[in-house]
């Protein structure tokens, strides 16, 4: 439902963040 669509974005920034902190 809507609060795993709200998790699953949190978890794309979330992983964002993590692969630029990587490069």
Known sequence: GEAA???NKL???VL???H???A
């Open 11 to 13: 978890v794309d920034r």
């Open 16 to 18: 964002e963040l993590t």
């Open 5 to 7: 669509s709200g998790i």
């Open 20 to 22: 630029e902190g990587d």
